[in-house]
């Protein structure tokens, strides 16, 4: 059996804040943890075209505060606020409690392994060809200047009766190197054929080298 580590949770509390920061007692624990995957889904759902690719959720007593990090915050915003006020409204019928909206702005999405991986799981949809969406993803990264992107793609590639796997692999992915500021994401892409995963890395240098 490989042995496979999230590189998400592999670097929590390390390089990376959890998603959801909160602390509840054991008997409103499992309702938490279902209200914020409510959340992410709803505001998936909603705005999954204005590039969000992380969900952020924090709680305290009497309030639930979501960040939303997207590519496109005009999107979200609508004119003159119509679209988070509405999305607050549908957020605290969603969970009973008073939602205060926060939205964060992506610079470069092209760095973003989440945004790119769910853009190539779009083109996949679209019947494009498997090689040519990685390597059309790939060199936009490497352009925003990326030092390394790695890509895997698993299912019925081609309409194949087989699934199998596609990789890609440009410059340098550091996995196991936990200074390495180093983005994952993954998307599916459902197309008429079945379900095929999409995973890629972006390595984007080391924290510390950003720090200085």
């Not at 509390?13 to 889904?41: H, P």
């Not at 590519?71 to 004119?79: E, F, M, N």
């Not at 060199?139 to 698993?154: I, N």
């Not at 194949?160 to 410059?171: M, S």
């Amino acid at each position: 059996m490989g042995q496979k580590v999230n590189p998400i949770g592999f670097r929590v509390g390390i390089t990376r804040k959890a998603d959801s920061r909160w602390y509840a007692e054991r008997k409103n624990f499992g309702r938490y943890l279902v209200e914020d995957e409510k959340i992410r889904q709803f505001v998936k759902k909603e705005f999954g075209f204005a590039g969000i690719p992380r969900i952020e959720i924090e709680r305290t007593e009497d309030e639930v505060e979501v960040l939303l990090h997207a590519a496109r915050p005009g999107v979200v915003i609508g004119r003159h606020g119509a679209e988070v006020d509405r999305l607050r409204d549908h957020l605290e019928d969603l969970v009973g409690r008073k939602v205060n909206v926060k939205i964060f702005e992506i610079n470069r999405p092209e760095l973003d392994a989440q945004l790119v991986a769910e853009d190539v799981a779009a083109q996949l949809s679209k019947r494009m060809g498997t090689r040519r969406a990685m390597r059309k993803a790939a060199e936009g990264v490497l352009q925003a200047g990326a030092l390394g992107v790695k890509m895997v793609v698993r299912g019925r590639l081609g309409g194949a009766e087989i699934a199998r796997t596609d990789n890609l692999r440009i410059g340098s992915v550091p996995c196991q190197k936990l200074q390495a500021d180093v983005s994952y994401g993954y998307a599916l892409a459902r197309t008429t054929m079945g379900a095929i995963g999409v995973k890629v890395w972006i390595y984007r240098g080391d924290f510390e080298e950003a720090e200085s």
